[in-house]
Nanobody, 123 residues
Framework: QVQLVESGGGLVQAGGSLRLSCAASGRTFSSYAMGWFRQAPGKGREFVAAISWSGYSVYYVDSVKGRFTISRDNAKNLLYLQMNSLKPEDTAVYYC????????????????WGQGTQVTVSS
């Protein structure tokens, strides 16, 4: 089992950058594929990016490709999301999530979730 805590959210102007972090408890973090999801007001939770347990495989939703980078440090039990060239439509609560096995884009396949961190991009 793993517990997840996000940090790094905040208010930024369009075109700016933020780096989200997700700290995982437990000694088996490296066994989990990890993902970032987001939920804007009045909308469902959507997939943003995923990374394999090793970090060698990553996948992004089309709307963030070339702007966001997911990475992980298994020695430190940390997951990251570097967000550049932010747009107002990136405004949402961002969640990290973990699952055993291979990485997926479907939120229902993730067993463990953090509490979320708010990202607000002003125009």
């Amino acid at each position: 089992q793993v517990q997840l805590v996000e940090s790094g959210g905040g208010l930024v102007q369009a075109g700016g950058s933020l780096r989200l972090s997700c700290a995982a408890s437990g000694r088996t973090f490296s066994s989990y594929a990890m993902g970032w999801f987001r939920q804007a007001p009045g909308k469902g939770r959507e997939f943003v990016a995923a990374i394999s347990w090793s970090g060698y495989s990553v996948y992004y939703v089309d709307s963030v490709k070339g702007r966001f980078t997911i990475s992980r440090d298994n020695a430190k039990n940390l997951l990251y999301l570097q967000m550049n060239s932010l747009k107002p439509e990136d405004t949402a609560v961002y969640y990290c999530a973990g699952k055993l096995g291979i990485m997926r884009m479907t939120k229902n396949e993730y067993q463990y979730w953090g509490q979320g961190t708010q990202v607000t991009v002003s125009s």
